[in-house]
């Protein structure tokens, strides 16, 4: 049986930082494609970043790009995502998601596979 974890969320002030995990059993992430998404109130799920099964390149959202890095450790079978300079509007539940498919990882149609979420709130 597959179970994605995740962990790490929070609140936060303006400009700080947190780390999330996604800790995976059943299904081994180097082989598959690991996907961190986001779900803010009455919005729809958005992808954040992915890093890819078949060679580990990695993909984030233009608004995400240079303060978010994902980061995989095989022999933990995690997934990471660091956020720095976080913001009021990146509160959302955080998910990862796990999925076979080497591409468009961005969209959540592509992966099989959820965690339940972590919620991740920046104060105002």
């Known amino acids: 049986q597959v179970q994605l974890v995740e962990s790490g969320g929070g609140l936060v002030q303006p400009g700080g930082s947190l780390r999330l995990s996604c800790a995976g059993s059943?299904?081994?992430?180097?082989?598959?494609?690991i996907g961190w998404f986001r779900q803010a109130p009455g919005k729809e799920r958005e992808g954040v970043s992915a890093i890819s099964g078949s060679d580990g390149s990695t993909v984030y959202a233009d608004s995400e790009k240079g303060r978010f890095t994902i980061s995989r450790d095989n022999a933990k079978n995690t997934v990471y995502l660091q956020m720095n300079s976080l913001k009021p509007e990146d509160t959302a539940v955080y998910f990862c998601a796990a999925g076979d498919h080497p591409h468009r990882l961005l969209l959540s149609s592509v992966y099989d596979y959820w965690g339940q979420g972590t919620q991740v709130t920046g104060a105002s």
């Open positions: 059943g299904l081994t992430f180097v082989y598959h494609s």
